[in-house]
């Protein structure tokens, strides 16, 4: 059995970890995120995504050869309408992972497994800038110039979790993030750049009602800055390329 002090360091190190991995399913790279589209159209987009190599801890904690894996499975709902005229859209997405994580901790080798639904998320955006709702027909002789555009994304608590245990797949918290969008065409090239910030609320039953801590714990993570890049290229008509780069940073 692992010691008392092993597992409280196990659960600040491990909820780093799982912290950053939905941070990052979260923060979903999106080339053309902002790119206008005829109005009323609607898609549906499966993704799966997989995600293997070390992981980053604080060299001050007693933490060693952190590693993991991420089978991540993503059903999204897109819809795009006229908002006040300009173009505007909802996406919903509703994932679901298979996370494999190990580390030494304090020499002690441990793992965790885990699997089942991701907190849902929920993203609103609209055209500020570069061109008005459209339908189809005055959608096709439309030229992109310089776009500008907001969005509004919302991580729900709605994952799997489960207070008494050190790793859990949903977050029980809240996230929002306010971001900022530009999206400028030069020909076959797009050069997309977002700024956003994300903001939590607190997790009231972190870790708790357990033989360690039978009362209630509460987590809190600072504002997180989000910044994306993404460089793109027309191949042909409905066929791209695109060479991204995403940072977070907190405040």
Request: charged share 15%; with cysteine.
């Amino acid at each position: 059995m692992v010691p008392f002090v092993s597992l409280t360091t196990f659960a600040r190190c491990f909820t780093l970890i799982v912290f950053v991995c939905v941070t990052c399913r979260a923060q979903d790279l999106s080339p053309r995120a902002y790119i206008i589209t005829p109005i009323h159209s609607n898609a549906v987009v499966l993704t799966y995504s997989f995600q293997r190599g070390g992981i980053v801890i604080n060299p001050t904690l007693p933490v060693n050869d952190a590693s993991g894996t991420l089978d991540s499975f993503i059903f999204s709902y897109f819809h795009t309408f006229s908002f006040f005229g300009r173009s505007a859209n909802v996406t919903a997405s509703l994932p679901y992972t298979v996370g494999n994580f190990r580390a030494n901790v304090e020499g002690v080798p441990t793992k965790v497994y885990r699997s089942g639904l991701v907190d849902s998320a929920f993203r609103f955006s609209v055209n500020l800038h570069g061109g008005p709702a459209m339908d189809v027909g005055d959608f096709i002789p439309w030229k992109q110039k310089l776009i500008v555009g907001v969005s509004m994304t919302i991580i729900a608590p709605t994952g799997q979790y489960d207070p008494m245990l050190l790793v859990n797949i949903g977050t029980n918290r809240w996230g929002f993030k306010p971001e900022l969008g530009l999206s400028r065409r030069w020909g076959h090239w797009i050069l997309d750049t977002y700024g956003g910030v994300w903001f939590f609320t607190e997790n009231h039953e972190y870790f708790s009602h357990n033989a360690f801590f039978p009362g209630k714990n509460t987590q809190l993570q600072n504002p997180l800055g989000a910044l994306q890049e993404h460089l793109s290229y027309d191949i042909r008509p409905r066929l791209w390329l695109s060479a991204d780069a995403w940072g977070i940073n907190e405040f």
